[in-house]
């Protein structure tokens, strides 16, 4: 079976290049944070006309406070700066409290919907997030291990731009990615009530707290264990080959399946850009291999994919036992040559 993410694997055979983040056009169109580019340098003390909505961004994607009791100005104020560093800070960015353009072309591309800040990394400090990361209270499914989930296609939520036998193939090898590198497997059923995942497209709100805001925005979020749900947003280009990637405004649908298959299984969002667990995904790119930050991160749940590392270990051992069977044979041969000619 191919498999790319066991971490034995990575550092066996690509441990320079198991990252691969392929550009496909360098002609970016973003869609619905477009507008936040006119707050590019806009200094502290500040009052701009529209900035609370960028407050909203940055407040719904959990760096700044969801207190009620507080209005959201227009007022770039100390604690809009304290907001915008800590987003530079888990986004991988300088901090410097600044809008600036490096900070602002991450703000307005396209990203997964689920918020960064609900996140706990693994010594359980939100303030200091350093690589992956779990969900908050680190959920898990919690089976013997090794673990088999259940996938399922929502068939009244599917998009008439792909058939489901396009849409198949991508969750297939992105799930065996994840497999591959730890102790569970998946399988997909036709039994949507029964199955542990499920997956479908879906507009604007949609009845949960997560409503999609339309192309080149939000374009997926999940939910962790053990609910199970996959929402992709159905008003994106999705892209299932090369081809309709290089459209504009296209997103590559296996990039964002294995990104929120991360989140259903537990995992939270990286500050590593190269990982797929990294909120962001610029339109027209590819991100599919995992990254060593993905697989130390699904390793830390689950623990590495044991089946395929004894298997190695017992393949190693037997060609190592065949080795030394075939060097005691011929040393037996030459044993009883020697003794032939001796008796000669």
């Known amino acids: 079976m191919y498999n790319v993410f066991s971490l034995i694997f990575l550092l066996a055979l690509v441990p320079a290049n198991s990252i691969r983040l392929t550009e496909i056009t360098s002609d970016q169109n973003y869609g619905t944070w ?8 806009t200094e502290k003390g500040s009052q701009v006309k529209g900035l609370s909505d960028l407050k909203v961004y940055l407040q719904f994607f959990g760096y700044l406070s969801n207190d009620p009791t507080k209005n959201l100005t227009d007022l770039y104020d100390e604690e809009m700066e304290s907001a915008v560093s800590a987003y530079q800070k888990n986004m991988g960015l300088p901090v410097s409290g600044e809008l600036d353009n490096d900070t602002m072309n991450l703000i307005i591309a396209p990203r997964c919907g689920n918020p960064d800040k609900i996140i706990v990394s693994t010594n359980n400090s939100i303030a200091s997030i350093l690589h992956y990361s779990f969900l908050k209270n680190t959920p898990m499914w919690k089976r013997q291990i090794p673990i088999t989930l259940k996938y399922a296609f929502s068939p009244d939520h599917m998009i008439p731009e792909l058939s489901v036998s396009e849409i198949r193939p991508v969750f297939e090898r992105a799930f065996e990615r994840w497999s591959s590198a730890t102790s569970i497997n998946f399988a997909e059923t036709d039994d949507l009530r029964h199955a542990d995942i499920s997956i479908g497209f879906y507009t604007g709100n949609h009845g949960d707290t997560l409503p999609f805001d339309g192309p080149l925005g939000m374009t997926a979020h999940a939910y962790p264990p053990e609910t199970g749900i996959i ?21 590559d649908l296996e990039s964002v399946a294995l990104h929120e298959i991360g989140h259903v299984l537990g995992l939270g969002h990286s500050t590593i850009n190269e990982a797929v ?17 993905d697989v130390e991160g699904i390793q830390g749940l689950y623990g590495s994919n044991r089946s395929k590392h004894d298997f190695q270990n017992s393949s190693w051992s037997t060609l190592q036992g065949l080795r030394r069977s075939s060097g005691s044979s011929m040393i037996l041969g030459i044993m009883v040559f020697l003794v032939y000619l001796r008796l000669l």
């Open 34 to 41: 477009q507008k936040f580019t006119r707050f590019v340098d």
């Open 231 to 251: 929402h992709l947003d159905g008003a994106e280009i999705w892209a299932v080959d090369s081809e309709k990637l290089k459209l504009k405004r296209a997103v």
């Open 277 to 293: 667990m990294y909120p962001t995904l610029i339109s027209g790119t590819r991100k599919v291999e995992l990254s060593v930050d």
